[in-house]
């Protein structure tokens, strides 16, 4: 080979030429930074207009954070995070019940520390679902005056203790097995799965929590639950984007007494009941021209269909984006038929 020659390998790469851009390009795109250096702000403000075109996941961008300085600071900081599989609890259940505990640690109140305007907690319905009031009156017989109820017995009022809880729960790719069984889920958290094709949870999950309480579900599967695929009860909204509910033991995705709820791009399919139901003043918005509902009611039941608005003890809506139609999402249901 003569003096200032290159040789070039061979490829297969369908993207050779652009691989061999950015060879040409990595130099001047990254390179060295030291500690005590200035920030190259320039390179840092190419790569935010880099990666704002590339569509990084959460998790890729907590990766790319990790690798050098520039993508660092070009990156937005990930908010306290975890993951399953996880080395202590071998099931998703197990990881989140750990998180559920320490997201709603109550404990006795003392009569010593009661003053009017603090905040104390109260037993919703019995379940241990807690809700915030702050004190107005003492009473001279020991009962308390809150906010919504009056002569309330010190026994039922709680001060929660505050633990630092992540807010974001990566599941890798892979079948993680429940045994068909629902994840409760009592704490605003986004769960975030790898991908939908490949994260698949074999089990359901089900969201309780206060009505300013959001949960977020998104890029995974839920298979083979025993009951419904999801359930969302008592106040907390769910969001479910880019997610597959299939083969449910009950409805497919099931919303009572929660009205901010919403579907984006999502599939529910051979559930053995209703494919989305809404009731008890419930409401749920459908976005997104990837969400399919079709093939449910598998069990035949007149009083099932794809879309369900029929609730315990009263009806539910459903709203559509004004890009979709009924009859474009809710395809090919038994039971009592579409919607």
């Known amino acids: 080979m003569s003096k200032g020659e290159t040789k070039t390998e061979p490829t297969d790469s369908p993207n050779a030429e652009n691989d061999s851009n950015l060879a040409l390009l990595s130099p001047f795109l990254v390179y060295p930074v030291a500690a005590d250096d200035t920030p190259p702000y320039e390179l840092i403000a190419w790569w935010k ?14 990766e790319l954070r990790w690798m050098c300085r520039i993508f660092r600071d070009a990156l937005p900081c990930i908010p306290l995070w975890t993951s399953f599989p ?14 559920n505990h320490l997201g709603n640690d109550y404990v006795e109140c003392s009569a010593a520390d009661m003053s009017i305007g603090l905040k104390v907690y109260v037993d919703r319905y019995g379940l241990e679902i807690y809700k915030d ?17 009056n002569n309330v017995p010190l026994a039922r009022l709680k001060q929660k203790v505050i633990h630092i809880l992540p807010s974001l729960l ?3 790719d892979g079948v993680h097995d429940e045994g068909g069984n629902i994840v409760n889920i009592h704490i605003p958290i986004s769960i975030i799965g790898e991908s939908r094709e490949h ?27 025993k009951g419904n695929g999801v359930f969302g009860i008592m106040g907390a909204s769910i969001h479910l984007d880019n997610v597959s509910v299939e083969n449910s033991g009950s409805d497919g995705v099931c919303v009572y007494d929660t009205k901010r709820s919403t579907m984006k791009n999502c599939n529910v399919s051979h559930s053995k009941k209703s494919g989305l139901i809404v009731g008890d003043g419930g409401l749920m918005t459908i976005d997104g021209n990837g969400t399919t509902i079709h093939h449910n009611c598998t069990s035949g039941g007149g009083d099932d269909y794809g879309l369900n608005t029929s609730g315990l003890f009263s009806h539910g ?4 984006a004004s890009s979709l139609t009924i009859e474009a999402i809710s395809k090919n249901n038994g039971g009592g038929g579409n919607w």
């Not at 994260?199 to 639950?225: A, F, H, Q």
Request: glycine share 10%; with cysteine; aromatic share 8%.
């Open 199 to 225: 994260c698949i949870v074999m089990g359901g999950l089900k969201m309780y929590g206060n009505e300013d309480d959001d949960i977020n579900v998104s890029n995974l599967t839920l298979r083979g639950s």
């Open 170 to 172: 990566f599941i890798e």
């Open 86 to 99: 996880h080395p202590m609890y071998p099931t998703l259940n197990g990881l989140v019940g750990r998180l």
């Open 133 to 149: 009031h702050t004190i107005t009156k003492i009473n001279p017989d020991g009962t308390y005056n809150i906010t919504e109820k």
């Open 49 to 62: 207009v880099i990666f704002s075109y590339l569509g990084i996941k959460k998790k890729e961008q907590l």
């Open 317 to 320: 809506s459903i709203h559509l």
